[in-house]
Every structure is written in C-alpha cells, then in structure tokens.
C-alpha cells in the first residue's frame, strides 16, 4: 500500500521521534490494512478528523492563502504551471515564521510538546 510506503519514509525521516498525524476520514487512512499496520508503530498517533470539518484542518487555511495570490487567476498551459505556483506559495507561506501557526491557531487545535520522562 503506497500511504504505508510514505509512513515508513515518515519514520525513517524523523528518526525514531514521535509523530501524530492528523488525519481525514478517507476509506485509505483508515482500511483494515493501515490500521493494522499502524497498532505496531508506537512511534505513530493518529488522530482523526470529523467527517467533514475543514474549520479544523489547518491545510484549508494553506490552501487558502495559496488560492489568494499564487493561484489566483493562474491559466497555465501545463499541470507543472500549478505546481510550481503552489511550491511557491508553499515556500512563501513557510518563509514566515507566524503565518503557518497562525492557521493551528485559528483551527483552536494545539500542538502540545511532550518531554519524555526519564
């Protein structure tokens, strides 16, 4: 399954660190086969978003900003025109240090940072 393949890369990537993974309710995420595949990854938590709540999925918020300026009245000839606008827009919205957490907190989610106990 090619979402297990990016978890595992996910987990190389990150190095033994633990990861939540915010996730929506596609049948993928969630098949028999990736949660069984995921109770033995104690590294990996999932979480799972409401059926339909994009007021919770800070990737909306992405996506927004992005729609608004890079992709805003783009006619590109070819799907690499959209890409590059978006990596753009990517790059644009990571380059500021507030703005990507500014769409975490407008979600009203947090990201609480665990110190291990010794």
């Known amino acids: ?7 595992r890369q996910v987990k190389a990537f990150y190095a ?11 049948s993928a995420h969630w098949s028999r086969d990736m949660r069984a595949w995921v109770a033995g990854q104690d590294w ?3 979480e799972r978003l409401p ?9 909306e918020l992405l ?13 590109g000839d070819h799907l690499a025109d959209v890409a590059d606008a978006t990596e753009r827009g990517i790059h644009r919205v ?17 990201i609480h940072n665990h110190s291990p106990q010794n």
């Open 16 to 26: 033994g660190e633990p990861v939540v993974l915010v996730w929506d309710g596609l």
């Open 94 to 110: 990571c380059s500021d240090k507030h703005l990507p957490w500014s769409f975490l907190t407008h979600t009203g989610l947090t």
């Open 63 to 75: 996506w927004s900003a992005i729609k608004t300026r890079e992709l805003a009245n783009l006619t």
């Open 51 to 59: 059926a339909y709540a994009p007021e919770l999925n800070p990737v």
């Open 1 to 7: 399954m090619a979402l297990i393949e990016v978890l």
């Open 44 to 46: 990996l938590t999932l």
